[in-house]
């Protein structure tokens, strides 16, 4: 879903970006999740209403969007002034 979602990106890249913000939250928790929130905030229109739909279907991909799920999307959705009941949030 993520190398269709996002044709400007390379499959390579994103994994990498991925890797590096796995790093930094077990680096320390609250700082690592800080920084990549601010770093998602950067993201305006479509872009980033895309990341919000693609944490949601993260989220949801086992079958049970949880509540601790719903709170990173509600997050995400903060950070980018975007209204969380748009996404059902």
Known sequence: MIA????QFKLTDILEVLSEATKKI???ETFG???LL????KAEGENA???????CYIGA???D??????KVAT???EQMGLSAATYGL
């Open 4 to 7: 269709k979602d996002f044709p």
């Open 26 to 28: 077990e680096f320390d």
């Open 33 to 35: 999740v800080m920084e």
């Open 38 to 41: 601010e770093e998602i905030g």
């Open 49 to 55: 209403a895309l990341i919000v739909r693609t944490a």
């Open 61 to 63: 991909a086992d079958g």
């Open 65 to 70: 969007f949880d509540q601790d799920e719903r």
């Open 75 to 77: 997050q995400i959705c």
